[in-house]
C-alpha cells in the first residue's frame, strides 16, 4: 500500500533522532521534543489550491525541517508518516 | 437513501480498524483513537466554491486518509458517515 | 406569515427525530443531541455575496444535513426554523 | 434626529415581543430571550465595501430576522436602535 | 498642533453625555457604558488601504455613532480623541 | 549602526511623556500607560506587501499616534526603538 | 550539510547577546530575553508564495531585526538557527 498525497500535501517520513549531549549521554529519540527533520517520501500535484496555483518545490527523497505544528500523523502498515502541506517545508537539508 | 454532497463535500464511511499490539494483543477499534482511513462513499460535483474553482480528485471507492479534527459525523439508516471538504482529504491510500 | 431568505441563506425545518435504542429503547427526540437532518423551507436568490458568485443548488422540500455548529434558530408563529447560509449544507437526502 | 447609515448598515427597531407560555401565561419581553425580529428603519447606500459590491436587498418598513448576535445597540432621543450589517440580515418577514 | 489622519482613518471627539433617568436623576457621563456619539473632526484621505479602494463618506463635522469596541483613544493637548477606521462607522446622525 | 526597514515597516521613536496632574504633580513617564506619540525614524520603501501595492505616507521626522497594541520593541546602541507597520500609524501631529 | 529555504523562508543565525546592565554587571545570553538581532544565513527564491507575487529582499550576511514570536528554531550539526519569512523580518541593520 502506498499513500498518494492531493494537491499541495507531502507525504514526509520522519529520520530517527539520536542525540549525544554534551556530557556524552545519548538520549533515545522519545525523550526529547520530536525532531523536524524528514524525508519526502511522496509529493501531490499542486496545482490549483484553493484558487491560488502552487507548483511543488520538493521531491522524494529530499531530506527537509518542516514546522513543528503543522501536519497529520498517519500510520499505514505499522509505518508512521507525517503529512504536511508544501508551506509547512521550511528548508531542504542538502548534504 | 442516499446522501449526495453539495459543492466540495464529500461523503466517508469509516473503515473498520484492528490491531495488534506488539505484544500480540488485539485491541478493538473503539479502545484507540479515532481511525483516519475511511472509503468514499459519494462525491459532491465541485465547481466554483466561495469564489474559487474546484475539481473534484477523489472518486466514489476510494481509501483516503483525511484530517483528523475535520468533517461532520452524520447517521443514516443506522449506518455513520463523515462528511469532508476535498481538502480535509489528505492522501488517496493505493494497494 | 412567511421567511423569504436573503442571499444565500436557506430557511430550514429540523425533521422529528425517534429512535430505538439497540435494546429497543424509544428515545425522545430531545434527550438526543440535537439531529442534524432537516427540510429545506424556502431558498434566498443567490447572487453576489461579499463579492462571490454564489448558485443555489438546493430547492424547497429537499431533506437535507447541515453542519452540527451552524445557523441561527428563529421561531415564527409558534414554528421554529433555522437559517443556515447553503455553504452549511452538507449534503442532499435522496429517498 | 435621525440615523443615517454609511456603507451596508442598516438601522432597525426591535419588535415588541410578547409570548404566553404553552400553560397560558404572559411572559414580557425583557424575561426572554432578545427577540431577533425587527423593523428596518434606515438603509445604507451600499456600494462598494472593502473592495466588495453590495447591492442593498431591503427596504424601510421591512419586517426582518437578524442573527442573534450582530449588531450595536445604539439610543437615539430615548429610542433604541440596532445597527447591522446587511449580511447580519437572515431573512424578510412577509405577511 | 493637529492631528492629520492616514488613510481611512478619521479622528473623532466624543459628545458630552448628560442622561436622566426615567424617575428623574441625572447620571454624570462617566458613571454610564461609554457614550457612541462623537463629532468628527478629521478626515483621512481614503484611497487604497489594503490593496482596497477606500472613498471617504464622512465630512468634518459630522455627528456620528461608532463601534462600541472600535478605535483607539488618544490625548492631544489635554484634549481627548478617538481614532476609528470609517468602517467603524455605524451612521451619521442628522438633526 | 542604522535600523533600515523592510517593506511598509517604519521604526519610532517613542517621545518622552511628562505629565502633570490636574493637582499639579508630576508623573514620570514609567508611571504612566505607555504613550503612543513617537517620532518617524526610518520608513520602508513600501511596494507590494502581501501582494498588495502600498504607498508610504509618512516621512523621516514626522510626528505620530501609533496603534497601542502595534510593533516590536528593539533595542540598539543602547536606544529602543519601535518598528510598526504603516498600517498600525494612525494620525500624523502637526504642530 | 546546509539548509536551503524554499518560497519565502529565510534561515537565521542569532547573534550572541551579551550586555552590561546600567550598574555594570553582566548578564549572559540565556537570562535575558531572546536577543532579536540575527544574521541571514540563506534566503529562499522568492516568487509565489500563496498566490502572492514575493521579491525578496534581505541577502546572505544581512544583519536584521526579526519580530519576537515568529519564526521556528531547527537545530543542524549541533547549530541552531531560526527559519521565518521574510514578512517576519522587521528591519537589516546597517553599520
Redesign the interface.
Known sequence: ???????D?I?LKQLEAEETTKSGIVLPGQAKEKP?EAEVI?VGPGG?I????V?M??KVGDKV?Y??YAG?D?E?DGEEYI?VK??D???????
Chains 1, 2, 3, 4, 5, 6, 7 share one sequence.
Open positions: 500500500m502506498k499513500l498518494v498525497p492531493l494537491g500535501k507525504v523536524q511522496a490549483n484553493d484558487g491560488k496555483e507548483v518545490q520538493v525541517i514546522s513543528k497529520t498517519v499505514l503529512i508544501q508551506n517545508i521550511l528548508a531542504i537539508v542538502e548534504a
